[in-house]
């Protein structure tokens, strides 16, 4: 299986803040990479799929960037909306694997 | 719109099997693949395995295989995951997602929860 391995597991942040999360994977997926924010007690919500296309109706201060094994979810300037816990997976072999979440939380 | 409803939460027996619901509205249900992914409480998304709708095909990730099933009747647009030989650590909130293969799980249900508790 494809382990992904996320950092950090927790942001303390600011409102107006830039915020980098890494993925990593375990072994190349090319650019087949999603990012998720979920919000407690609700599903996951498709951020960024293939690496770095944006979800219709998703703000534009959400970006994603990187492909083989390294990969970035950016947010560029947080939101009170914005904290949540974020999800990388990997959509290129079953099975579909996700990171560890990271909480994103304020300072 | 595109939604997916799920059936609301069960509290099962140690030992018993669960079945929980996903009706799709809003879309062509056989055009896209069905995922369950689970959370427990306080903790990360775990994937399930998927279904071709259209075909009924099935996949499971290792941890599940022989005792999760899925299946789907097409003329209800609704699928199904049903689990068995339920134990403690099952308690978690099962969700459906659809897959749109190339761009990620853009469509989750609500989510059911299911407590295993004696």
């Known amino acids: 299986d494809i382990q992904m391995t996320q950092s950090p597991s927790t942001l303390s942040t600011s409102v107006g803040d830039r915020v980098t999360i890494t993925c990593r994977a375990s072994q190349s997926i090319s650019s087949w990479l999603a990012w998720y924010q979920q919000k407690p007690g609700k599903a996951p919500k498709l951020l960024i799929y293939?690496?770095?296309s944006l979800e219709s109706g998703v703000p534009s201060r959400f970006s994603g960037s990187g492909s083989g094994t390294e990969f970035t979810l950016s947010i560029s300037s947080l939101q009170p909306d914005d904290f949540a816990t974020y999800y990388c997976?990997?959509?290129?072999?079953?099975?579909?694997?996700f990171g560890q979440g990271t909480k994103v939380e304020i300072k | 719109q595109v939604q997916l409803v799920q059936s609301g939460a069960e509290v099962k027996k140690p030992g018993a099997s669960v079945k929980v619901s996903c009706k799709a509205s809003?879309?062509?249900?056989?055009?896209?693949?069905i995922n369950w992914v689970r959370q427990a409480t306080g903790q990360g998304l775990e994937w399930m395995g998927w279904?071709?709708?259209?075909?009924?095909?099935?996949g499971y990730a290792q941890k599940f295989q022989g005792r999760v099933t899925f299946t789907r009747n097409t003329s209800r647009s609704t699928a199904y995951m049903e689990l068995s030989s339920l134990r403690s650590d099952d308690t978690a909130v099962y969700y459906c997602?659809?897959?749109?293969?190339?761009?990620?799980?853009?469509?989750w249900g609500q989510g059911t929860t299911v407590t295993v508790s004696s």
């Open positions: 293939k690496a770095s």
């Open positions: 997602a659809r897959d749109t293969q190339l761009n990620g799980m853009d469509v």
């Open positions: 997976q990997q959509y290129n072999r079953y099975p579909w694997t």
């Open positions: 809003g879309y062509t249900f056989t055009s896209y693949e």
């Open positions: 279904m071709n709708p259209n075909s009924g095909n099935t």
